[in-house]
């Protein structure tokens, strides 16, 4: 019976193990914290996730601790990547004295986001691993982040820490204590009206006073802006930049935490961050605001009691089996779109989302400015009557930046309706399209077919010596400039998923490839970017269940149990009955 007793407490302590690891458990509840209204010194243990950075002895900027072992920070703190002298303090309160409360790490590891741009200050964000664990007390804490998806309103309150300047060359006064302000989120339009329309991206967020006042300072950089949902604090965004500090309709700038979770889980493999969804409610006034330069918000679909779930992969006009005709009729490819510039057809793309179109980054080399380009769907023949087009402008076009060929995504002003003859293609997340499969390519190509849509088979066919995860190879086929952007698409369970996007090399007018055998990239090594810039792929017409359509307001383990959750709870039973 003895020899039962220690496998059971050996099974427990697994299962106690195994099912604390998730930081949802901890993150973002600041027992200590009572804050409501405003104030000025942070008493202490108010904000336990927030760390001090230290070089040669000296603070020189905030962070806000994820997890037990990393530090969430701004890029623009570490122009260098030496952790020579770099200690965080955590749970500390003053930066003189004694902090009874605090511990000192080293730091092992800077990961700067690849894509930071110090002009601009885009993706200025940064992570910092921890020398060694650290143990939670009510003093240290780390933090929810703002998951995916999270909506901050214009007058969204929330709260930024740190041990910067309180004015424009004005020091901390001794003892240093860690201070607090509560400011308002300030809409990206509104914000944008307020540095130069293009400064602040989608990757950020500001946060401010209109009548200035109150603001994050020099000293600050790198540190945590929060706000409160239910009992949680979830950090939103990362002391970035600003003008001066405080000065009226100049708020804050702050890099927009909910655009980098994808890129976060890829950096901490293990014990993850706890990412909740913020979600403003009512209407969100910034969409009104306007100034010379800004484009128009986007236009919401008008409602409908009727609405139904938006899936990708449908064409309800397209019986392609084998064989067929080179010359597309309509609505046999709803998802295919003209890119045109100037009025006139430049590259092909594909609807992949109800505001957004893939193409290939090369047919914006020249001319990446969103204003000169429209979108037009619907279309089979670029001379002549087209019943089912419609044309969209342009807000803004997204380069990838990898290594070799790239994609762009062009985000639209206004969503198209959807029907028989618009319709958006699924976007490959890492399927397999084995050797053999039947594939098809489609484009407009000058001169041929009075400029109406050509469509071509072709089949999959192994790489030979150029495979590659992230290469997909077909039989040859002929490609013209018009068909760059357009789609590589393959039938899968019912639903079309393109699995590349096409491109001329070289850009030549008119390529045909002798090889028997012609390599395209697949979407999938694009599915960070795409995941970014488009946001949750559609689910196909086929597939569609109302639990793909349910979206989860936290992620990091918590919610859902695996299969051992349930066989541990069997052996606790069982233990239960040898110790009673």
Not at 35 to 55: D, E, K, M, N, Y
Not at 399 to 412: I, M, P, R
């Amino acid at each position: 019976m003895a020899f039962y007793k220690v496998i059971c407490a050996v099974a427990l302590l697994t299962l106690l193990t195994q099912e604390s690891h998730s930081q949802l458990d901890v993150c973002g509840k600041a027992v200590l914290n009572t804050r409501i209204v405003g104030g000025q010194v942070a008493p202490p243990g108010s904000w336990p996730w927030q760390a001090s950075l230290h070089q040669f002895g000296s603070h020189f900027c905030g962070g806000s601790l994820i997890n037990r072992e990393w530090v969430l920070t701004a890029a623009h703190c570490f122009p260098g990547v030496s952790t020579s002298n770099l200690i965080v303090y955590l749970g500390r309160q003053s930066q003189e004295g004694s902090n009874p409360n605090e511990v000192s790490v080293r730091v092992t590891q800077i990961i700067n986001h690849q894509d930071y741009n110090p002009r601009t200050k885009n993706n200025d964000i940064c992570l910092l691993k921890l020398s060694s664990p650290v143990t939670f007390t009510n003093f240290i804490l780390p933090v929810c982040l703002a998951a995916a998806g999270s909506t901050f309103y214009n007058g969204t309150d929330s709260w930024v820490t740190g041990w910067g300047r309180i004015g424009s060359g004005v020091p901390l006064p001794s003892p240093q204590n860690l201070m607090e302000v509560e400011v308002p989120i300030v809409g990206n339009r509104q914000c944008n009206c307020d540095y130069g329309v293009g400064s602040i991206t989608e990757n950020m967020i500001c946060a401010g006073l209109r009548a200035g006042g109150k603001d994050s300072c020099q000293g600050d950089s790198g540190g945590p802006l929060v706000s409160k949902q239910g009992v949680r604090w979830i950090q939103e965004g990362v002391v970035s930049f600003g003008k001066g500090c405080a000065l009226p309709k100049f708020p804050g700038v702050y890099t927009r935490v909910s655009q980098y979770q994808t890129w976060i889980n890829s950096q901490i493999s293990s014990n993850q961050p706890g990412f909740v969804t913020f979600t403003s409610t009512g209407t969100d006034s910034d969409l009104s605001v306007t100034c010379p330069g800004l484009p128009p918000p986007p236009t919401p679909p008008a409602p409908t009691t009727t609405a139904k779930p938006v899936v990708c992969g449908r064409a309800p006009l397209n019986s392609r089996i084998l064989g067929g005709s080179s010359v597309a009729t309509a609505g046999v490819w709803p998802w295919m779109a003209s890119l045109q510039k100037n009025g006139s057809h430049v590259c092909g793309g594909t609807l992949v989302a109800v505001d957004a179109v893939l193409s290939n980054a090369n047919c914006f080399s020249s001319s990446p400015v969103a204003s000169e380009w429209t979108v037009v769907l619907g279309r089979l023949k670029q001379n002549g009557s087209n019943p089912f087009e419609v044309t969209l402008n342009v807000t803004n076009i997204t380069l990838s930046t990898l290594n070799g060929s790239n994609v762009a995504v062009l985000h639209l002003a206004t969503r198209p309706t959807l029907s028989d003859f618009i319709q958006a293609i699924c976007l490959d997340n890492g399927r397999t399209f084995t050797v053999g499969s039947t594939c098809w390519a489609a484009g407009w190509r000058s001169g041929q077919g009075g400029g109406v849509l050509q469509e071509f088979q072709t089949s999959v066919v192994n790489c030979g010596n150029t495979s590659t995860s992230d290469s997909i190879c077909t039989g040859s086929f002929t490609l013209e400039q018009g068909e760059s952007g357009g789609p590589l698409m393959c039938k899968q369970g019912g639903s079309w998923f393109q699995a590349a996007v096409l491109s001329v090399e070289n850009n030549a007018t008119s390529q045909t490839r002798a090889d028997p055998v012609m390599v395209f990239t697949k979407l999938s090594r694009f599915q960070t970017f795409l995941a970014r810039t488009v946001g949750s792929f559609l689910s196909p017409a086929s597939t569609t269940t109302t639990a793909a359509t349910n979206p989860t307001t936290a992620t990091g383990g918590a919610a859902t149990h695996s299969p051992f959750f349930f066989f541990h709870l069997l052996i606790f039973s069982v233990c239960l009955h040898l110790f009673s």
